[in-house]
């Protein structure tokens, strides 16, 4: 996810797993998702789904770690962010390309879902 603004935190992205990305994705818009977007609501801030990728939790800590590692953050594998692919490759295989990307619509924030890349 994607913020509209740097938090006081210096964060603009939040990365997580779900099964039900509406639900889940309902439940951090309202301040009741994770701590991380909790906080980024409470400041004011609009939460975007920028991308998704079809994995598991354990490809979720990679990637978490990876951002981690260096402080790079995420806003290298961001669309909505000016991009470095610097990913190394064993992630790059993990990740494959994206299943599907996701449109913000505004603050009702619906979810459109473009057409799976051949
Ligand atoms: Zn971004």
Redesign the pocket.
């Known amino acids: 996810m ?2 509209s603004g740097r938090t006081t935190e210096n964060r ?2 939040y990365l997580g797993f779900s099964s039900d990305l509406q639900r889940r994705y309902g439940q951090h818009r309202s301040g009741w998702g994770a701590n991380e977007t909790r906080k980024t609501i409470a400041e004011g801030l609009t939460l975007t789904v ?1 991308q998704t990728w079809k994995g598991t939790p354990a490809l979720e800590r990679r990637l978490k770690e990876w951002s981690r590692d260096g402080r790079r953050g ?2 290298r594998i ?4 000016p991009r470095q692919d610097d990913l190394p490759p064993d992630l790059t295989r993990a990740l494959g390309s994206p299943s599907m990307r996701v449109y913000c619509n505004g603050d009702r924030g619906s979810v459109a879902r473009a057409r799976e890349p051949r």
């Not at 961001?78 to 962010?81: T, Y």
């Open positions: 994607h913020f603009q992205h920028a995420f806003y961001c669309p909505l962010c």
